[in-house]
């Protein structure tokens, strides 16, 4: 496992620091094919069933969205803002025990996924729930 992990940091930091530059779409379609034959590579490693066999399982099941980054300057590489924006849902969801339920939570998530976008937005939260 800890060579597959090597080669996958090493073809991510090569990524970011190619990516500093200012590419033409051109040049990000050649860098994300030249990623992806690295990651195949790494596919076709011959390990026994295992943990690092599902590893190269995920990577080969995700192979045509993990570079997306590459191509798309607008999509992030990492999942952190993701990540950020469940924190506070998950942390409410196991204080808040009337979301223990189907219907709480079906409000919960719509009322976060709502004052989420309005912020993305540019809008008003309580404005636009004053609205709707």
């Given at each position: 496992g800890?060579p597959?992990?090597h080669a996958?940091?090493?073809?991510?930091?090569a990524l970011?620091?190619?990516?500093e530059s200012?590419?033409?779409?051109r040049e990000?379609?050649d860098?994300?094919?030249?990623?992806r034959?690295e990651l195949?590579?790494l596919?076709e490693r011959s390990?026994p069933?295992g943990?690092?066999?599902?590893?190269?399982?995920k990577?080969?099941?995700?192979?045509?969205h993990?570079?997306?980054?590459?191509?798309e300057?607008?999509?992030?590489?990492t999942n952190?803002?993701?990540?950020n924006?469940l924190r506070?849902?998950?942390?409410?969801?196991k204080?808040i025990g009337?979301l223990?339920?189907?219907?709480?939570?079906?409000?919960h998530?719509?009322?976060?996924?709502l004052?989420a976008?309005?912020r993305q937005?540019?809008?008003?939260?309580?404005?636009?729930?004053?609205r709707?």
């Open positions: 800890e597959i992990y996958l940091r090493q073809v991510y930091v970011q620091a190619r990516l200012d590419l033409t779409v990000r379609a860098l994300q094919r030249v990623a034959r195949e590579s596919i390990v069933d943990p690092v066999a599902t590893l190269l399982g990577i080969e099941g995700g192979l045509d993990w570079l997306t980054f590459v191509g300057p607008a999509v992030s590489p952190n803002a993701a990540e924006a506070e849902p998950v942390v409410l969801r204080i009337t223990r339920n189907d219907r709480g939570m079906f409000v998530e719509t009322v976060l996924s004052l976008t309005w937005q540019g809008r008003n939260p309580y404005e636009e729930l004053r709707v």
